[in-house]
């Protein structure tokens, strides 16, 4: 977990990892906006709860990682980075990204089982849908964003 990582930065595995998945995050969200667009809904559902489930499970990964290996203030102190600059950064992306994440997980539980209780979905679905998608790829691009300004940019 706290080996070197794969991406040629002095990032550990688990940031690597966790990067890389939030990189693909808005290609696989779309992927499965795909499947409902071909009115493949239960397919869409399913794709849609496993993406919201293997996110957490990459939050908490990524979580524990930081938390063990110092937090964010061992990582900024490794750079040239301005620190008031890019506190700024990283409460606008958190804040995003608690808003979005907590926004998904209603949304995809509630239209989970309204859609199989009725076959169907709430009248808003599509536009609280693109709402989430919109705010989980500001989030993705910050959180690669973040890695790029700790592990390439701001070296020092």
Known sequence: MFEKGFLGTSAPFYMDV?????ALLPILMA???FLAVKKLFK???Y??????????????YFEIGVRLDGGYFAYIEKTSLPKDKM??????????????TLVWGYHTIRSFKEFVETKSVYQNHKKVGRLIFA???ITS?????????LFVQGIS
């Open 18 to 22: 966790s990067t890389l998945y939030f």
């Open 43 to 45: 397919a869409h559902a």
């Open 47 to 60: 794709a849609q709860m496993g993406l919201f489930i293997l996110t957490i499970a990459v939050v908490l």
């Open 31 to 33: 992927v499965a906006v």
């Open 141 to 149: 691009v910050m959180g690669v964003g973040v890695y790029w300004l």
């Open 135 to 137: 705010g989980m790829t």
């Open 87 to 100: 506190a700024i950064y990283m409460v606008v992306h958190i804040f995003i990204a608690l808003i979005s």
